[in-house]
């Protein structure tokens, strides 16, 4: 499992914010849509009303607080890491472990392109890039933590 994959885990749940087994797929047993290819004079509502379900799965709602669930973490643990800025300390808030191999491959994987050296700029492109993958995997992620 990759590095991302296990820090969306932590955060996500197994399941991820969508309720499946692959993160922003909906769940397979859904509810299928009513079908909508009936003429009668009176479908014109439940037609309306069919792609509501179908929206339902991928919709913002479902989205997971990245924020307040990074937050709720550290209160139950007792942390006063910095996890808002700190590529090291999210990592450690969620028990990964935040070596530098770990943290060069995470890199890597989010195509960090400067020297892979564990200094103070890579570690901040990391915190930052981590947060708009979070948010690009269904996550809600406030924009002072992306950019």
Same mark, same amino acid.
């Given at each position: 499992?990759?590095?991302?994959?296990?820090?969306?885990?932590?955060?996500?749940?197994?399941?991820?914010?969508?309720?499946?087994?692959?993160?922003?797929?909906?769940? #397979?047993?859904? %509810? *299928? $849509?009513?079908? /909508?290819?009936?003429?009668? #004079?009176?479908? %014109? *509502? $439940?037609?309306? /009303?069919a792609p509501t379900p179908q929206a339902a799965p991928a919709a913002p709602a479902q989205a997971v607080d990245v924020e307040a669930v990074l937050s709720g973490i550290a209160s139950k643990k007792g942390s006063d890491l910095n996890w808002r800025t700190s590529i090291v300390d999210l990592m450690k808030l969620l028990d990964l472990d935040s070596s530098l191999d770990n943290r060069k491959e995470l890199a890597t994987e989010l195509g960090y392109t400067g020297a892979k050296d564990g200094s103070a700029e890579m570690n901040m492109w990391l915190i930052k890039a981590v947060m708009r993958e979070l948010e690009k995997n269904g996550g809600t992620v406030p924009a002072n933590l992306k950019d």
């Open positions: 499992m990759s590095i991302f994959s296990k820090i969306k885990s932590a955060i996500f749940g197994e399941h991820g914010p969508l309720g499946s087994g692959h993160f922003g797929t909906p769940k #397979a047993d859904a %509810p *299928a $849509p009513a079908p /909508a290819p009936q003429t009668t #004079a009176a479908q %014109p *509502a $439940p037609t309306t /009303a």
